[in-house]
């Protein structure tokens, strides 16, 4: 069903300013083309975390993207190595 609540109002009564609603989004063929690279890298080489994929793509591929905005994507792809947990060194004594 259509209401015919103005978008002020509407804004209003959500508490989000109407400057917030009526922005548009940029950069997301930007972002998928980050989630891709990542994708790639991480396929090639298992290994390498977040920052070695982050300096590959600044420093040999040239691009100049943000790295919280690359993490951000790493994250929301669940990219994330598994950290290892040291293993303990059993002693007879303390």
Not at 43 to 68: A, E, P, Q, S, V
Request: aromatic fraction near 14%; charged fraction near 30%; include cysteine.
């Amino acid at each position: 069903a259509h209401y015919q609540v103005s978008i002020r109002l509407s804004c209003k009564t959500f508490s989000i300013s109407e400057t917030c609603y009526r922005y548009p989004a940029k950069l997301s063929g930007e972002n998928a083309e980050i989630a891709n690279w990542l994708l790639r890298l991480s396929d090639t080489h298992k290994r390498w975390g977040f920052g070695l994929c982050f300096l590959y793509l600044r420093n040999i591929k040239g691009y100049g993207w943000n790295h919280k905005r690359v993490y951000r994507i790493y994250r929301e792809l669940e990219l994330n190595l598994r950290i290892k947990p040291r293993r303990r060194i059993k002693r007879d004594k303390p």
